[in-house]
């Protein structure tokens, strides 16, 4: 299966950014992979009509809660957390690139948008 993502404005589409995932059955009772996640929240936009309240926080928030899960649900826990000014184009293609390398079929992955 495949997961694409695509970016929508008043001006058009962007190109999607696709990952592949592989479903490879239930894990084994008391198996504890890692969990990856990308936290993106960009509340202070450019233009004043599209700034957020909450979005920066809410993303850093729940990149604190899924720490808390480290050494219980998951063996380890790594997230990159993007927010405002560093959840650039670039920034977030590099982190779902991360998120595909790091990820494996043991393994859990979480996309926040």
Known sequence: ????????N???ASVPATIALKYAGAAEAGAK???HAVLVGVSDYDD???RLQFAGDDATA??????????KTYASVETKVLT???GTEENIF?????LE???TEADTGILFL
């Open 1 to 8: 299966m495949e997961v694409s993502l695509i970016a929508r």
């Open 10 to 12: 008043g001006d058009g």
């Open 33 to 35: 992979g890692k969990l």
């Open 48 to 50: 004043p009509s599209m």
């Open 62 to 71: 729940f990149g604190a809660a899924l720490q808390g899960l480290a050494g």
């Open 84 to 86: 405002d000014k560093a």
């Open 94 to 98: 590099d982190a779902l690139s991360w």
């Open 101 to 103: 390398e790091n990820t």
